[in-house]
Nanobody, 127 residues
């Protein structure tokens, strides 16, 4: 199995920045696409950004385009989410997820496609 652990969450003022990290361990010998989801109180878990194993295009939710950047470092088995110009509406628990069945170029956008999930990290943005 693949284990995912998020880190980097915390409290930040509106307009500030945070970088979330998702470290993968265990069965990482297979390629996988990765995504960042978030869930705010009273809302469903939503896809924020996703990245394929290689090539292709990244995906961003309209609400974060131009502010968030997803990236990965294969050598470190880590996926990142750089969050800039944070807004109070970004407050949520952020989860990373991996899809081990995706091809190398397609980015999955459906929650059901992801096979492994981290426990989440809290991001709180104050006014």
């Amino acid at each position: 199995q693949v284990q995912l652990v998020e880190s980097g969450g915390g409290l930040v003022q509106a307009g500030g920045s945070l970088r979330l990290s998702c470290a993968a361990s265990g069965r990482t010998f297979s390629s996988y696409a990765a995504g960042w989801f978030r869930q705010a109180p009273g809302k469903e878990r939503e896809l924020v950004a996703a990245i394929p194993w290689s090539g292709g295009s990244t995906y961003y939710a309209d609400s974060v385009k131009g502010r968030f950047t997803i990236s990965r470092d294969h050598a470190k088995n880590t996926v990142y989410l750089q969050m800039n110009s944070l807004k109070p509406e970004d407050t949520a628990v952020y989860f990373c997820a991996a899809d081990v069945t995706a091809n190398d170029w397609i980015v999955p956008t459906r929650k059901g496609e992801y096979d492994y999930w981290g426990q989440g990290t809290q991001v709180t943005v104050s006014s």
